[in-house]
C-alpha cells in the first residue's frame, strides 16, 4: 500500500518534471541569451557574431548579447561555453580554431569539439588571406616569400592566440616557406589588425572579414587569398595559385554551438533563427560586403555543422601536427 502510494507519488512527480521541461523549451526562450565570443572585439568572429545576432534577437524575440571571452586561442571560451547551463541560454560563436584545429594544438584541451557541443549551424565562411603592414617593401607575393626568407626570425607575425585561425593558418604558411617568423599573440585579430595598421607587426594570416576595410582603405597590404577563386569583394587580390603559391590553400568558417545536452527542440529554434538571419538580404548584404561566404541551404544546421566539425578535425590534426 505504501509502497504503492510512494509509486505513485514518484511518477507524479515524474510527469511534473517532464511537463515542466516541455513547457520550458516551448516557452523557449523568456530571457536575454548570451553568445560568447571566444576572442576580444573587432575581429572576424565578433564581428560575424553581431551581424548574425542581431538578426536572431527579432525572431527569438529576445535579446542575443556578445560577451568576449578572449584567451588561450579561443579555448578560454569554447571551454566556458562547454561548462555553462545547456537550457540554451549561452551559447558560442566558435570557428576552425576553437573547434577544430585546437584539438592537435592543445593535447589538455578540456573539451571535444565534436562531442561536448549540440551543433547549431554555420555562420559564415571566410577565407584566408595573407596581410602584411603597408610598409612593408614587397610587392607582390614573390617578393613577400623572397622578403620572409632572407629575414627569417627577424618579422613579426601576429595571430590570436595558438590554435587561432591566424596561428594555425601561418603555421601552415611557416612550413611551407620553411621559416620561423617571432610569433605575437593577441587576444583576437581585432587587435591585431591594429597592430598590422599601426607597423608594429609585419604580417599575419586571418579571416577576410576584418580585412577588407583596411585593405580597400589602403592601411595594409594583401598579398594573396588562399580559395581557389578571388573574392569579388577584393577582385584585385590574386589567388595563392595564381600569385605562384598553389600549396597555400587556407580557408575557416565561423559557427554557432550550444553546450551539450542542450534540448533539441531549442537547438533547433535557435539554428531556425540563424537559418533567417542567413536569408535576410540586410545580413546577407553585410556579411557578403566583407568577404565571407554565407552557406546554402545544405550546409547550414546542426547536421551539417556536425560533419563538417568532424571533417576539419580529420584535415587540420595531421596538417598542424606535421608542421609543429
Ligand atoms: N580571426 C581570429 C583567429 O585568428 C580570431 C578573431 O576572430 O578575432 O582565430
Not at 93 to 122: I, Q, R, S
Not at 130 to 141: E, F, G, H, M, V
Not at 220 to 233: D, F, L, M, N, Q
Not at 313 to 324: E, F, R, S, V
Request: aromatic share 4%; hydrophobic share 45%.
Amino acid at each position: 500500500m505504501i509502497k504503492n502510494l510512494v509509486g505513485a507519488l514518484l511518477s507524479a512527480a515524474l510527469v511534473v518534471v517532464t511537463a515542466g521541461a516541455a513547457q520550458a523549451q516551448s516557452d523557449y526562450p523568456k530571457r536575454n541569451i548570451v553568445m560568447i565570443v571566444p576572442f576580444a572585439a573587432g575581429g572576424p568572429t565578433d564581428v560575424v557574431a553581431r551581424i548574425v545576432s542581431e538578426h536572431m534577437s527579432r525572431t527569438l524575440g529576445q535579446t542575443v548579447l556578445i560577451e568576449n571571452v578572449a584567451g588561450a586561442g579561443g579555448t578560454t571560451g569554447a571551454t566556458r561555453a562547454m561548462r555553462a547551463a545547456n537550457d540554451g541560454y549561452t551559447v558560442i560563436m566558435g570557428h576552425m580554431g576553437t573547434h577544430a584545429a585546437a584539438v592537435a594544438l592543445y593535447p589538455n584541451l578540456a573539451y571535444k569539439p565534436d562531442v561536448d557541443f549540440e551543433p547549431v549551424g554555420m555562420a559564415a565562411g571566410t577565407p584566408i588571406l595573407i596581410l602584411a603592414k603597408k610598409d612593408l617593401p614587397a610587392k607582390d607575393l614573390k617578393e613577400f616569400v623572397a622578403y620572409v626568407k632572407a629575414n627569417n626570425e627577424k618579422l613579426n607575425m601576429a595571430h590570436a592566440g595558438v590554435g587561432s585561425v591566424s596561428h594555425t593558418t601561418c603555421l601552415l604558411l611557416s612550413s611551407i616557406l620553411q621559416v620561423k617568423p617571432i610569433a605575437v599573440p593577441f587576444q583576437g585579430t581585432g587587435p591585431a589588425m591594429n597592430a598590422l595598421v599601426g607597423g608594429q607587426v609585419d604580417y599575419m594570416c586571418d579571416q577576410i572579414v576584418n580585412a577588407v576595410p583596411q585593405i580597400q582603405g589602403g592601411t595594409i597590404k594583401a598579398y594573396a587569398i588562399g580559395t581557389p577563386e578571388r573574392s569579388p569583394v577584393l577582385p584585385d587580390v590574386p589567388t595563392t595559385t595564381e600569385a605562384g603559391l598553389p600549396q597555400y590553400q587556407a580557408s575557416a568558417w565561423n559557427a554557432v554551438f550550444a553546450p551539450k545536452g542542450t534540448p533539441k527542440e531549442i537547438v533547433q529554434k535557435l539554428a531556425d533563427a540563424l537559418d533567417k538571419a542567413l536569408d535576410d538580404p540586410a545580413v546577407r548584404k553585410r556579411l557578403l560586403d566583407l568577404g565571407s561566404d554565407i552557406p546554402g541551404k545544405d550546409r547550414r544546421g546542426p547536421q551539417a555543422l556536425g560533419t563538417l566539425v568532424k571533417n576539419e578535425i580529420a584535415k587540420w590534426t595531421p596538417i598542424i601536427k606535421a608542421n609543429m
